[in-house]
């Protein structure tokens, strides 16, 4: 039935503004604004957000951005002005070493989860 959909992720905040900024300016990502949502189109992959008066931060990665070298991508990022997650096992550069491929995460202006994850 939706094989042949072109299907795309959403996911809320509780300021479209300050969403705005942060994935067009510090993120440098293409972003729309269409009937007070955001559209990300990344690499021919659309993702919404959309604005939620009762927003409650997504408690999972939200939004996963893959890139080849996980240390140079987690320092630009920081010096955009992105604060790194420190969970367990996560070390001092603010990477998850364990257990699988290389991943950091840090939060949107409403506490959504992201990441950065080095796809070999």
């Given at each position: ?38 559209q990300l189109d990344?690499?021919?992959?659309n993702h919404l ?59 949107d202006p409403a ?10």
């Open positions: 039935m939706f094989e042949a959909s072109q299907t795309f992720s959403g996911f809320s905040t509780d300021d479209i503004p300050a969403a705005k900024v942060f994935y067009s300016e510090k993120l440098g990502l293409p972003v729309s604004e269409s009937n007070g949502m955001l990344l690499a021919g992959r957000i959309y604005p939620k008066p009762n927003h409650e931060p997504a408690s999972y990665t939200a939004l996963n951005f893959p890139t080849a070298d996980i240390v140079a991508t987690v320092s630009e990022l920081r010096e955009r002005g992105a604060v790194f997650e420190e969970y367990p096992g996560v070390d001092e550069d603010g990477i998850m070493r364990q257990g699988g491929p290389l991943i950091a995460w840090f939060k506490g959504n989860i992201l990441s950065v994850i080095q796809l070999d």
